[in-house]
């Protein structure tokens, strides 16, 4: 980095040009001590090298290259302190806005935490736009369960979360018998830490091979190839699921699917969020860290919307490995296939769309939608399928879910008096639920979660989608509770 001023360079001129630059000279002229500096001395041996046999030449010539190159460095430091935006004052806050009701105290309690985290959002210089849905909770992170916001050119890594592109894909298998899909599902898909196994992977396809291999700075990232390659066919943990269910429109057997991009899309998020801190500490130190962006106009923005787009197309691709592998096990037919992602950022022109769990129904967001989204809630409840516009209350999102009001620890503690049997029997009698792990997780049971109804009735009642058909549930597979079966998962529980 180069920071001279008019006094100083007249200072150094007068001072002349020694026959040899070197180091100490460059530190001299202000030249800060690190990368720049031996670009600037491996360009200055060219120059000298250039003119070896006129000392008045070559030292015309090194002038000339420093005070080229100490304009140039000039304004690139006034474009840097152009970025410079302070965290907003909280009477300079962008509105929230609430597409949600609290009708019960324990509703109120996690709203007040919803909104808590969504005021520093909104203090946030690059935000333009927020808004909260119905199934909006605490995350643990910046940005809350159901949070939306629009960022001016800017890409903010802490708010899309870890799980990128955690989304639903949904296949239509027909007149297939429910019970037989979702035998063949558990018996190919793989829930848990890890990946598949040696001689079990499913290849990558050759673009995504290529993407790999190419120069993005983040793509090059070890972990991310690894895992990339290695899970493949996944389906992780926590609330992800393989739903079967009928359509109460036609009568078709429908599979759903919900994960992210596992743990390439984890290695992504986090070297995204190091390379936004440093920018944080340059452009806006008072910003929360967890509220940091990467410009996307910089070298650094641009190749990490590349690998977003990367991690989107990963994960599209592990969902129909799965819905393949089942209609192979199955001997079945896939007649429509559908998908959206709800932790992603989706562009519009230099405005990027955060959502974190939050579904996209504006078009545009989604380049191979069918123009229906899916919207689960629990695995007692249908899956609805919707469609809608932007408009100034939505911002072009529904809800991604039915959302919690308490943490699993409280949840658990809450219903420590009774069973996981008990619970389990009672609140699944009317579906095939199972647990690929062999465990029960009551954390992940209905009512762990909002009432759907309510969920649902809030998203009509805010104009949010319109349902257009309902997946009634026949069964779902979940992890199931993988803390008590550790690394021998497999062994013990199946």
């Not at 491996?42 to 090298?49: K, Q, T, V, Y």
């Not at 001689?199 to 895992?227: C, M, T, W, Y």
């Not at 493949?232 to 057997?253: I, L, R």
């Not at 399928?385 to 699993?408: I, K, Q, T, W, Y």
Request: proline content about 5%.
């Amino acid at each position: 980095m180069v920071d001279l001023n008019d006094d100083e360079l007249e200072h150094d001129r007068a001072d002349g040009i020694p026959d040899r630059v070197d180091g100490e000279f460059l530190k001299a002229w202000g030249v800060v001590p690190g990368p720049e500096l031996g670009v600037m001395l491996g360009e200055i041996r060219l120059i000298e090298a250039e003119h070896a046999r006129d000392s008045a030449a070559r030292k015309r010539a090194v002038e000339e290259y420093l005070i080229g190159r100490a304009a140039r460095m000039a304004a690139r430091a006034e474009e840097e302190r152009r970025r410079v935006k302070p965290f907003r004052d909280a009477s300079e806050a962008v509105t929230v806005i609430q597409n949600i009701r609290a009708e019960s105290a324990a509703e109120k309690t996690n709203l007040d935490a919803v909104l808590e985290a969504m005021s520093s959002i909104a203090r946030t210089p690059t935000v333009t736009a927020a808004a909260v849905m119905p199934d909006a909770c605490p995350a643990g992170a910046s940005m809350p369960v159901g949070g939306v916001a629009a960022a001016e050119g800017a890409i903010h890594p802490g708010w899309h979360s870890a799980d990128i592109c955690c989304s639903l894909f949904a296949s239509n298998f027909g007149g297939a018998d429910p019970k037989r899909l979702l035998d063949a599902v558990f018996g190919i898909t793989h829930f848990g830490p890890g990946g598949r196994k040696e001689g079990d992977l499913v290849p990558l396809p050759e673009k995504l091979e290529r993407a790999l291999k190419g120069g993005n700075s983040f793509l090059r990232n070890g972990k991310i190839q690894h895992f990339a390659r290695t899970h493949m066919a996944t389906q992780g943990d926590g609330n992800h699921f393989a739903f079967v269910g009928t359509s109460e429109n036609s009568g078709d057997t429908w599979l759903v699917t919900h994960h992210g991009s596992r743990g390439a899309g984890a290695a992504l998020y986090k070297l995204g969020m190091i390379r936004a801190e440093g920018f944080r500490r340059k452009l806006s130190p008072g910003t929360p860290p967890g509220n940091a962006w990467i410009p996307h106009d910089t070298p650094d923005g641009a190749d990490y919307w590349e690998a977003l787009q990367f991690i989107r197309e990963w994960t599209r691709r592990n969902h129909a490995s799965l819905h393949e592998l089942a209609a192979l096990e199955l001997g079945g037919e896939i007649f429509h296939r559908r998908w959206n992602e709800h932790n992603f950022v989706f562009r519009d022109g230099d405005v990027f769309w955060h959502g974190k769990g939050a579904t996209p129904i504006h078009d545009p967001f989604l380049p191979d939608t069918d123009g229906t989204q899916i919207v689960p809630m629990t695995m007692g409840d249908p899956i609805l399928f919707v469609r809608g516009e932007r408009d100034d209350r939505n911002l072009g999102f529904a809800p991604h879910g039915a959302g919690r009001n308490m943490s699993r620890t409280r949840f658990r503690k809450k219903n420590a008096h009774r069973t996981d049997e008990e619970i389990f029997a009672e609140e699944t009698r009317n579906i095939d639920a199972r647990f690929w792990c062999g465990k029960i997780d009551i954390s992940e049971l209905p009512s762990a979660y909002k009432d759907a109804r309510k969920v649902r009735d809030q998203m009509l009642e805010f104009g949010l989608a319109e349902i257009v058909d309902r997946v009634t549930p026949f069964g779902t597979i979940m992890a199931g509770d993988l803390v008590w079966d550790g690394p021998r998962r497999k062994n013990r529980g199946r």
